[in-house]
């Protein structure tokens, strides 16, 4: 698979120029504060770099990249729901590739959670059962897990911008138009989660800390926490860094590891069952932006015929290298 297909460049660096506007917009103005590392807790970092005006240190215990310091919530809630950049990722580039990454991306995915319910979650699911997909965006993994799940299992979208939630209507799915943060038990309807779903969620929070303690509320013990982020340790972000595309503020501010996500998921009542890094972009990715490595070997790599660019992406996966991180977590 090829970043192009699911991320075309031209859409993609309309949403990063808009984004970098927005911060001048939303951002410009807010109080900062310092905080903690947002997987171990801990306050010993030592400085990276600086893009756009916010700085990222990495933790020393944990090797955690994070923003710091970083504007309240109340400015994040605000540039989630109202900002350019925001409305043209919800209109524009969902509905410019959806096509696409329904075939490429988010089909696969589907069936991939189906597998992972019916191995972890859900031998005999009850007529109340629902899955709930957090930050459903435009509703397609929605619809594609829905389409897989047995009938008696019912799919919730959440999801808090205001053009999203119409779309997510529009497809006749039960949406709960809130921050997760937010949620209540009594907004569930009275079903039964097997599972809650997240994906390319976790790397925008202002304190992913609190969002976890938040899917322990919601969830019953046993059940499961699935999601993806991105992985400071992965591939592509480790080649490119501060020039990478993925670290750019404000909508990527935690770059959690393997190891480091363990940590945050075991203090907030979870034990892991699986952590992968499935990836298929990493070479792709580096391989568009040769002009920003530095190392002739790298370069060499990423540059290489098919066959090369292939197993070294198949030896990233299998070294949890990839820049794509995959955890599925149990409820104690």
């Not at 919601?218 to 990478?244: C, H, M, Y």
């Not at 040769?290 to 299998?318: E, G, H, M």
């Amino acid at each position: 698979m090829k970043e192009e297909e699911i991320r075309p460049e031209n859409l993609f660096n309309q949403y990063l120029s808009l984004a970098e506007k927005d911060v001048q917009t939303y951002f410009r103005n807010s109080e900062f504060v310092f905080v903690p590392c947002p997987a171990c807790g801990g306050s010993h970092t030592h400085f990276m770099f600086r893009k756009m005006g916010f700085d990222y240190e990495e933790c020393e215990n944990c090797g955690t990249l994070y923003n710091n310091p970083r504007p309240k919530a109340d400015a994040f809630n605000h540039y989630y729901l109202d900002s350019p950049s925001v409305k043209f990722w919800a209109t524009h580039f969902y509905r410019e590739t959806e096509d696409a990454r329904r075939l490429r991306l988010i089909r696969p995915k589907a069936e991939l959670v189906k597998e992972i319910l019916e191995k972890y979650a859900m031998k005999e699911p009850g007529r109340d059962t629902a899955v709930a997909d957090i930050g459903a965006g435009y509703g397609v993994f929605c619809e594609e897990l829905q389409k897989i799940l047995p009938k008696e299992i019912s799919v919730i979208a959440i999801e808090p911008a205001y053009d999203l939630q119409d779309v997510c209507r529009k497809k006749r799915l039960v949406t709960i138009p809130k921050f997760f943060e937010d949620i209540t038990r009594e907004d569930l309807s009275g079903k039964s989660i097997a599972a809650v779903t997240s994906f390319e969620l976790l790397e925008h929070l202002q304190n992913p800390h609190a969002f976890i303690q938040r899917c322990a509320v919601i969830l019953n013990p046993g059940a499961l926490l699935i999601l993806t982020s991105l992985n400071w340790k992965g591939f592509d972000l480790q080649v490119l860094r501060e020039r990478s595309k993925s670290i750019h503020p404000p909508h990527h501010i935690n770059f959690f590891t393997p190891e480091s996500l363990g940590i945050l998921l075991r203090s907030c009542g979870f034990t892991l069952c699986e952590i992968t890094t499935p990836g298929k972009l990493d070479v792709d990715i580096a391989g568009k932006q040769l002009s920003d490595i530095q190392d002739p070997f790298i370069k060499s790599l990423v540059s290489a015929d098919d066959c090369v660019r292939q197993l070294l992406q198949k030896c990233l996966q299998d070294m949890r290298m990839s820049s794509h991180m995959m955890v599925v977590a149990r409820r104690n």
